[in-house]
């Protein structure tokens, strides 16, 4: 099986035209936020960035298979003292262009940095947003599954052994919980909340992620052989895991100095076989910059 890493330099409203229609099966990304990041991406106004955001957005939509999906890191600006609406804004734009906001995820920042404002705490947390294209896709939960604990250790042995059959709802609703389904199980399905430290192996970016976030997403929602893209690649988070995870990718990046040091960060195609590995020939295709 060969393992591939497409990297693009350019802007991503352009180079995503690129790429043909119902090819990637999980989009995952975070954009520059909303006056963030000046000296790097210029900056979006917050009263700009639907309009900005929109055009990128149609594109993913064409790109996306329709069983994949589409998570997006972001987070509102703090904007004269109360939070900006233009992420609840994109999302009411994005589902007129057909998008399904599935779910929302939040990373929650264990070790997120301290200070003192005058009305607000500290942000220890950042939105993921899932979109997909229709009710029916690809997910594989087993895949994220956390061990029960010690949950099922004290909680489970105290119950009683009517606790442990079918509880019927008690207002005949119709509902009820069936506690005897998790006696015997070692994990569990996890929350909608993902604990990650903000700390990352690589410093050379403004607003470099943890592997462990694209990780999470790239087990949940994809297998050995899909493709993953990240039109904001930075400095290659998601694309380093995706290669890592056997998953081919694709990174689109404007800036030249991370686009230059994720080329030479990532290693040629690999070919993944059953026997060991081999180096092969490198080859560029005329069309866009690849490493193979």
């Not at 987070?75 to 994005?94: A, D, F, H, P, Q």
Request: net charge positive; proline share 6%; aromatic share 12%.
């Amino acid at each position: 099986m060969e393992i591939r890493t497409d990297l693009y330099f350019g802007d991503c409203k352009e180079e995503l035209k690129k790429i043909p229609d119902d090819s990637v099966d999980l989009i995952f990304t975070s954009p520059p936020y909303a006056d963030q990041r000046k000296n790097t991406y210029g900056g979006i106004p917050p009263k700009e960035y639907v309009n900005w955001f929109l055009p990128i957005s149609e594109q993913l939509y064409r790109i996306l298979k329709p069983t994949g999906t589409f998570v997006l890191n972001i987070k509102e600006r703090v904007v004269n003292g109360e939070r900006s609406t233009y992420v609840l804004e994109l999302i009411l734009e994005m589902k007129k262009q057909g998008w399904l906001w599935t779910e929302e995820y939040i990373w929650h920042k264990k070790n997120s940095y301290p200070g003192k404002w005058p009305n607000r705490f500290r942000d220890a947390w950042e939105r993921l947003l899932q979109f997909n294209k229709q009710k029916k896709f690809n997910m594989y939960q087993e895949e994220v599954m956390v061990p029960m604990g010690d949950w099922a250790k004290t909680r489970l042995k105290r119950l009683s052994e009517t606790d442990k059959k079918r509880d019927e709802s008690k207002v005949g609703s119709g509902f009820g919980k069936n506690i005897s389904n998790w006696l015997e199980r070692e994990m569990a399905y996890p929350t909608n909340v993902i604990h990650l430290a903000t700390e990352c192996n690589n410093k050379n970016h403004s607003a470099a992620f943890p592997e462990g976030l694209p990780e999470w997403f790239i087990k949940l929602f994809t297998k050995e052989g899909d493709t993953v893209l990240d039109p904001f690649m930075g400095s290659g988070t998601t694309n380093i895991v995706a290669k890592r995870m056997y998953r081919n990718s694709i990174g689109i990046e404007i800036v030249k100095e991370y686009f230059d040091m994720v080329k030479t960060e990532m290693q040629p195609t690999e070919l993944i076989l059953f026997e060991p590995n081999s180096n092969y020939e490198k080859t560029e295709p005329k069309r866009r910059k690849t490493i193979r």
